[in-house]
């Protein structure tokens, strides 16, 4: 194991060196930008009183510091690389207006310590091969949308009253309402074994809607109400993680049962403080449940179509789109491990339900589906699956819930983390187990600084 380790240090050392020179390039020219309300204009060199003269004057790769406080000011468009931060260590500033994102091919927007009613992406110009990255720290929205193709958002410490949306990225750390994930052009049995989206050590308090098909998820040490998946990435070298939530009392969940091309779940150590109510629609069109004709329903009947049951009087609604079945949710099981539906073990793939205090019952009758249901414990320490790659981070058998497994939110919390402004890795992926001599390493992680 020493060599292991020496091997990786000399390497990581000259990476860092390589690091360093790099960032030192690339920001040679860049120029610290201020803005401050108070004083006269001119009077000091590269400051300004109002955020938009100080973005006018800036150029890409240069840092826009703004003085604590709070400004009233009409929507403003960021269509620069550039770093907006308050001006102070912990500072925090308050726009009375949000922020529209023109992204291009390349860009990298930082900001941090930012309140504001909005911050929204527009379609811009970025491309598949070059995307627009966003990063978000330690800020408050009313809603956080970057529901647009080729956009990367990585979001940490930020809070979002209503809804936050976005296709690629990670959301850690963080709180909002309604949390949704929705797909680009081109996915399904994508293969793509790196990139995933990332929702981790969150608070959730409505719905988290999952219909992205690009990438492979992972959902960990979540507090959770409602989780509704309805597109999911199903390359067979993938696994969708879901691993360590908590389920407050009363929460829904959704998986589809009928047209799913492929499942590839695992399902495991999570908390749930009742059994679920298992619904079965979502107010979603397009997802793995669609059908090519429609017959309307008697108004205040009860009509199952599919896999769906819909109640289309005051509660709801039914109809078909083009090719996709559409309804709004308005129907769940009884809270009922027995009333579950899912997963259809005719579906091919692998399902595994492990450790979450209770059994599933699914449906169908083929049984092509690998369906791993163990129930386990409804204890909480130690109680989760037992495999290396779910341990604890001291290394133990996992805890069910949030204090448990490798994303652990003990991981995150300032009290467990003295050094909370410097660089602070919220996602390393690393082997749990080595073989002598017949296996390279790969390490690959994710972080974010705060100045």
């Known amino acids: 194991m020493k060599k292991i380790v020496l091997s990786l240090i000399q390497p990581l050392k000259r990476n860092i060196l390589l690091l360093i020179i790099s960032l030192l390039?690339?920001?040679?020219?860049?120029?610290?930008?201020?803005?401050?309300?108070?004083?006269?204009?001119?009077?000091?060199?590269?400051?300004?009183?109002?955020?938009?003269?100080?973005?006018?004057?800036?150029?890409?790769?240069?840092?826009?510091?703004?003085?604590s406080g709070s400004y009233t000011t009409q929507a403003i468009t960021l269509t620069k690389s550039l770093i907006i931060s308050p001006d102070t260590s912990g500072g925090s500033v308050t726009m009375s207006d949000g922020f529209y994102v023109e992204g291009f091919a390349g860009m990298k927007l930082q900001i941090l310590g930012i309140t504001a009613p909005y911050l929204t992406a527009n379609p811009g110009s970025p491309t598949s091969a070059d995307r627009a990255k966003i990063y978000v720290i330690d800020c408050h929205f009313g809603n956080l949308s970057i529901d647009q193709n080729n956009y990367d958002v990585s979001c940490a410490r930020t809070?979002?009253?209503?809804?936050?949306?976005?296709?690629?990225?990670?959301?850690?750390?963080?709180?909002?309402?309604?949390?949704?994930?929705n797909a680009e052009p081109g996915g399904g049995n994508v293969a793509d074994t790196i990139n995933?989206?990332?929702?981790?050590?969150?608070?959730?308090?409505?719905?988290?809607?999952?219909?992205?098909d690009n990438f492979k998820m992972l959902i960990a040490n979540n507090l959770l109400n409602h989780l509704w998946i309805t597109k999911w990435n199903w390359y067979t070298g993938n696994t969708n993680y879901i691993i360590n939530n908590e389920f407050v009392s009363g929460n829904t969940l959704h998986f589809p049962t009928t047209n799913v091309p492929y499942y590839n779940f695992d399902v495991s150590n999570n908390i749930f403080s009742?059994?679920?109510?298992?619904?079965?629609?979502?107010?979603?069109?397009?997802?793995?449940?669609?059908?090519?004709?429609?017959?309307?329903?008697?108004?205040?009947?009860?009509?199952?179509?599919?896999?769906?049951?819909?109640?289309?009087?005051?509660?709801?609604?039914?109809?078909?789109?083009?090719?996709?079945?559409?309804?709004?949710y308005s129907f769940s099981g009884n809270p009922d491990a027995n009333s579950c539906p899912f997963p259809n073990i005719d579906v091919p793939g692998v399902f595994r339900w492990s450790y979450n205090g209770f059994t599933l019952s699914g449906s169908g009758t083929a049984g092509n589906l690998g369906f791993v249901n163990i129930p386990g414990s409804t204890n909480i320490i130690n109680s989760g699956n037992p495999e290396s790659q779910f341990y604890d981070i001291d290394l133990t058998l996992n805890d069910r819930g949030r204090e448990g497994g490798p994303y652990s939110i003990l991981n995150y919390l300032p009290s467990a983390n003295p050094f909370n402004s410097k660089a602070f890795?919220?996602?390393?992926?690393?082997?749990?187990?080595?073989?002598?001599?017949?296996?390279?390493?790969?390490?690959?992680a994710q972080g974010y600084h705060r100045n």
């Not at 108070?38 to 009183?49: D, F, H, Q, R, S």
């Not at 298992?278 to 009509?303: D, H, L």
């Not at 890795?425 to 690959?444: A, Y």
């Open 274 to 328: 009742s059994f679920s109510f298992y619904t079965q629609n979502v107010n979603i069109s397009g997802m793995y449940a669609y059908c090519n004709s429609c017959t309307p329903p008697n108004y205040g009947g009860i009509r199952s179509y599919g896999n769906n049951m819909v109640i289309p009087s005051n509660y709801g609604s039914y109809g078909c789109y083009g090719q996709y079945f559409y309804c709004t």
């Open 25 to 67: 390039a690339n920001n040679l020219y860049a120029v610290d930008i201020f803005v401050n309300p108070n004083i006269l204009p001119g009077a000091v060199p590269n400051t300004y009183t109002t955020l938009v003269a100080a973005l006018n004057a800036s150029n890409n790769g240069d840092r826009v510091f703004i003085k």
């Open 425 to 444: 890795i919220f996602d390393l992926e690393i082997p749990t187990t080595l073989q002598p001599s017949t296996q390279s390493i790969k390490v690959r």
């Open 196 to 212: 995933k989206i990332m929702i981790v050590a969150d608070t959730i308090a409505g719905a988290l809607q999952y219909n992205g």
């Open 159 to 181: 809070w979002v009253d209503n809804n936050t949306t976005f296709r690629k990225g990670s959301f850690v750390i963080s709180k909002t309402n309604n949390l949704y994930v």
